[in-house]
Nanobody
C-alpha cells in the first residue's frame, strides 16, 4: 500500500510556471506507475500525465503536451509535475495517483491510490 501527499499548488499568472510534487510513503514506490490527474469545477477528473515505474515511459494528455513534464525520483519516493506556460484552463485540483500497471494508463479506475489533491489556479 502507498500513501500520497501532494504539494506545490498555488495561484499563478498565465504564462507562469509551477512545480507540483507528490511524496509517497512505503518502500514499494518504485514499483508503481505514477500519474497526475486534475479536476476543474463542474468537470470530470481527467488524466494529465503518467510515468512508468522505471521512468522510461511517459505519456501526456494532448492539452498539456509540450508544456508539462512529469518525472520521478525513486530514491526519494517522489514524483513531480513541472508545468510551464500555464493557461487559465489549467486551473483545477491536481491529484497524484499510483497504479500497479506496468505501462502508463489513462483510466481512473486503474489507479488504486490517490492523494488529497492540491489547488492550482491560473489567473488571466
Amino acid at each position: 500500500q502507498v500513501q500520497l501527499v501532494e504539494h506545490g499548488g498555488r495561484l499563478v499568472q498565465a504564462g507562469g510556471s509551477l512545480r507540483l510534487s507528490c511524496a509517497a510513503s512505503g518502500r514499494t514506490f518504485s514499483s508503481y506507475t505514477m500519474a497526475w490527474f486534475r479536476q476543474a469545477p463542474g468537470k470530470e477528473r481527467e488524466f494529465v500525465a503518467g510515468i512508468s515505474w522505471f521512468g522510461g515511459n511517459t505519456y501526456y494528455a494532448d492539452s498539456v503536451k509540450g508544456r508539462f513534464t512529469i518525472s520521478r525520483d525513486n530514491a526519494n519516493n517522489t514524483q513531480y509535475l513541472q508545468m510551464n506556460s500555464l493557461k487559465p484552463e489549467d486551473t483545477a485540483v491536481y491529484y497524484c495517483a499510483a497504479s500497479r500497471t506496468i505501462v502508463v494508463v489513462t483510466t481512473i479506475s486503474s489507479y488504486a491510490y490517490w492523494g488529497q489533491g492540491t489547488q492550482v489556479t491560473v489567473s488571466s
